[in-house]
Structure formats: structure tokens, C-alpha cells
């Protein structure tokens, strides 16, 4: 059973910075992709970085990019979003989620979320 665990939320003034970690287990994650999303209230649930576990590759919305950095520990087995200059339109829940590199490229395990607040 794959299980996806976030942590690090918290609230933080505007400028400041946040590590949340996502801690991933119940499986080998070679050939496989683990990704932040991010859900404000009253919005949609929204894609923020992935990374490619094997390769260590990256994709950002552009929304953060230059803001985030996403980056993955295989010996732990977690999945960092380092997130700097935070801007009160960051505030959201963020989950990490995880799909494999082969079609249909569905996010199908999901962790139960972790709230970040940005005070302005």
C-alpha cells in the first residue's frame, strides 16, 4: 500500500520561507513521479512541481518558478518543496501525490495535505 505524507505547513509572513516535506513509502518509486499540487479555497486544485524520481528532473508552474525548489532524497525516501519570497497567493493546502512515468500519467496516491498560510 503506497502511502504519501505531507509535513512542514505552517504560517508565515510574506517574504518568508517554508520546507515541506513529503515522505513516501509502500513501494520502489523508480519509474515513477512525485509532485506538489496545491488547493486555495474556493479554487481547483492546482499542479505546483514534480519531479522525476529517477532522473531527478523538474517541471514548475510557472507561477513559482525561480520561488520553489522541488527536490527528492532516495535514501529517505521524501520529496522536499522548498518554498522562498512566499507571497499571501501562495496560501493553500499543498499535497504531494505520485504516477508513474508510463501512461495514463494519472496521480493516483495522494497524501492527506498540509496547510500553508501567507500573512501579508
Known amino acids: 500500500q503506497v502511502h504519501m505524507v505531507e509535513s512542514g505547513g505552517g504560517l508565515v509572513q510574506a517574504g518568508g520561507s517554508l520546507r515541506l516535506s513529503c515522505a513516501a513509502s509502500g513501494r520502489s518509486f523508480n519509474n515513477y513521479v512525485v509532485a506538489w499540487f496545491r488547493q486555495a479555497p474556493g479554487k481547483e486544485r492546482g499542479f505546483v512541481a514534480s519531479?522525476?524520481?529517477?532522473?531527478?528532473?523538474?517541471v514548475y508552474a510557472d507561477s513559482v518558478k525561480g520561488r520553489f525548489t522541488i527536490s527528492r532524497d532516495r535514501v529517505k525516501n521524501t520529496v522536499y518543496l522548498q518554498m522562498n519570497s512566499l507571497k499571501p497567493e501562495d496560501t493553500a493546502v499543498y499535497y504531494c501525490?505520485?504516477?508513474?512515468?508510463?501512461?495514463?500519467?494519472?496521480?493516483?496516491?495522494w497524501g492527506q495535505g498540509t496547510q500553508v498560510t501567507v500573512s501579508s
Open positions: 519531479i522525476s524520481w529517477s532522473s531527478g528532473s523538474t
Open positions: 501525490a505520485t504516477r508513474s512515468v508510463r501512461p495514463p500519467y494519472k496521480y493516483d496516491y
